[in-house]
């Protein structure tokens, strides 16, 4: 997991909110890309 105080997306993206329908993980907004991230003031590894 990656975590970070702020993330920097370097192309476009898609935010989806899906209150009805959450992932299996609980969130019910998130945000999709195939676009390069930068995160900023953050720990963790891929």
Do not use: K
């Not at 370097?10 to 609980?26: F, K």
């Amino acid at each position: 997991n990656l975590y970070g105080n702020q993330v920097e997306i370097l192309g476009p993206c898609r935010i989806v909110y899906q209150p009805d329908n959450p992932l299996d993980c609980g969130a019910r907004l998130w945000i999709e890309t195939f676009s390069d991230i930068h995160f900023i003031g953050g720990c963790g590894s891929f």
